[in-house]
């Protein structure tokens, strides 16, 4: 910090003056030529002894992170400093120690704390887009595809690498994932909620995202499909080798629990927040081009529990 430097370099300044008076002295004192320069060459290596605690105490002190401690998760954060409330960008750190930048969510849902691990649109999301490297978006969470990886605040096309989800998912803190719409808006302040009319929230223990390679049947939290809820409803869920975690609302009347969304049939597939082999613009992440999916995992905020 600046007040680290200033004090360094006042320290710095006193041993300078020190030594430039031992030099003078000496000066005076001989007309060694040699004699001069050493002392010279020792001024300037006191000098430098003197700066290297400086330096290495002021290096550490630029690399610890929340105290010294390494957050896995934006839940973690949250347990390591319960004032930060504010989202936005943050540093967390891999199960190696190697940091990156995520986006945390603390408000949206309180006392849920969210971590986003991808992010794109409609345009770059739908099955069969020919925007280039399109298909990063079209891969189940078993595969490393990372894309702008380091620019957590790239809505429109952003994924982690897969060692960096996994270790998210790997905190024991990290208990659910989610998917919401279009939620650039409530981060960018022009809407004071995020879209609760289309979005899904599910324990770990039911589906872990990380491992879903395969169509099942399974019980859910909370699903809303364009305004229509559900809570701890059996649905399909669905993704594969070389296709992204989707929703299927237009098959879930003859699968699993049979429950009927409004306006949704088999005969024409919906697909909702993610693979977009057909879809609703009624669902606000399909509505345009533009609308975003985004996918978070996270957990509860308990602090009597820890």
């Given at each position: 910090g600046?007040?680290?430097?200033?004090?360094?370099?006042?320290?710095?300044?006193?041993?300078?003056?020190?030594?430039?008076?031992?030099?003078?002295?000496?000066?005076?004192?001989?007309?060694?030529?040699?004699?001069?320069?050493?002392?010279?060459?020792?001024?300037?290596?006191?000098?430098?002894?003197?700066?290297?605690?400086?330096?290495?105490?002021a290096?550490?002190?630029?690399?610890?992170h929340?105290?010294?401690?390494?957050?896995?998760?934006?839940?973690?954060?949250?347990?390591?400093?319960p004032?930060?409330?504010?989202n936005?960008?943050?540093?967390?750190?891999?199960t190696?120690?190697?940091?990156?930048?995520?986006?945390?969510?603390?408000?949206?849902?309180?006392?849920f704390?969210?971590?986003?691990?991808?992010?794109?649109?409609?345009?770059?999301?739908?099955?069969?887009?020919?925007?280039?490297?399109?298909?990063?978006?079209?891969?189940?969470?078993?595969?490393?595809?990372?894309?702008?990886?380091?620019?957590?605040?790239?809505?429109?096309d952003?994924?982690?690498?897969?060692?960096?989800?996994?270790?998210?998912?790997?905190?024991?803190?990290?208990?659910?994932?989610?998917?919401?719409?279009?939620?650039?808006?409530?981060?960018?302040?022009?809407?004071?909620?995020?879209?609760?009319?289309?979005?899904?929230?599910?324990?770990?223990?039911?589906?872990?995202?990380?491992?879903?390679?395969?169509?099942?049947?399974?019980?859910?939290?909370?699903?809303?499909?364009?305004?229509?809820?559900?809570?701890?409803?059996?649905?399909?869920?669905?993704?594969a080798?070389n296709?992204?975690?989707?929703?299927?609302?237009?098959?879930?009347?003859s699968?699993?629990?049979?429950?009927?969304?409004?306006?949704?049939s088999?005969?024409?597939?919906?697909?909702?927040?993610g693979?977009?082999?057909?879809?609703?613009?009624?669902?606000?992440?399909?509505?345009?081009?533009?609308?975003?999916?985004?996918?978070?995992?996270?957990?509860?905020?308990?602090?009597?529990?820890?």
């Open positions: 600046n007040s680290l430097f200033v004090e360094n370099r006042t320290i710095i300044q006193k041993i300078d003056t020190v030594l430039s008076n031992l030099l003078l002295i000496d000066t005076l004192t001989t007309s060694d030529n040699t004699l001069v320069f050493s002392i010279t060459k020792m001024k300037n290596h006191l000098i430098l002894l003197a700066l290297i605690p400086l330096v290495i105490n290096t550490t002190q630029n690399k610890l929340y105290g010294g401690r390494k957050p896995k998760s934006c839940l973690e954060i949250k347990y390591i400093d004032s930060i409330n504010k936005g960008v943050y540093t967390i750190f891999t190696a120690g190697a940091s990156y930048s995520v986006y945390c969510d603390f408000t949206s849902d309180a006392p704390v969210w971590t986003l691990i991808e992010s794109f649109n409609r345009n770059i999301g739908v099955w069969g887009s020919k925007v280039p490297l399109a298909w990063h978006f079209q891969r189940p969470y078993t595969q490393n595809v990372p894309h702008y990886q380091a620019s957590p605040t790239r809505w429109s952003f994924r982690l690498t897969l060692t960096s989800m996994r270790s998210i998912d790997g905190s024991n803190t990290t208990t659910h994932w989610r998917a919401t719409c279009n939620f650039n808006d409530y981060a960018m302040n022009k809407t004071k909620d995020i879209d609760r009319n289309n979005y899904i929230r599910q324990n770990t223990c039911d589906v872990n995202l990380m491992y879903l390679t395969a169509f099942g049947c399974h019980i859910f939290d909370y699903v809303v499909v364009r305004g229509y809820a559900c809570v701890r409803c059996n649905f399909p869920f669905w993704a080798s296709i992204h975690a989707t929703f299927l609302s237009s098959h879930t009347v699968y699993c629990g049979r429950y009927k969304f409004p306006n949704s088999p005969a024409k597939q919906e697909s909702d927040f693979h977009y082999n057909g879809y609703s613009t009624k669902h606000s992440c399909a509505s345009y081009g533009h609308s975003t999916s985004n996918w978070w995992l996270g957990g509860l905020y308990l602090p009597e529990s820890h």
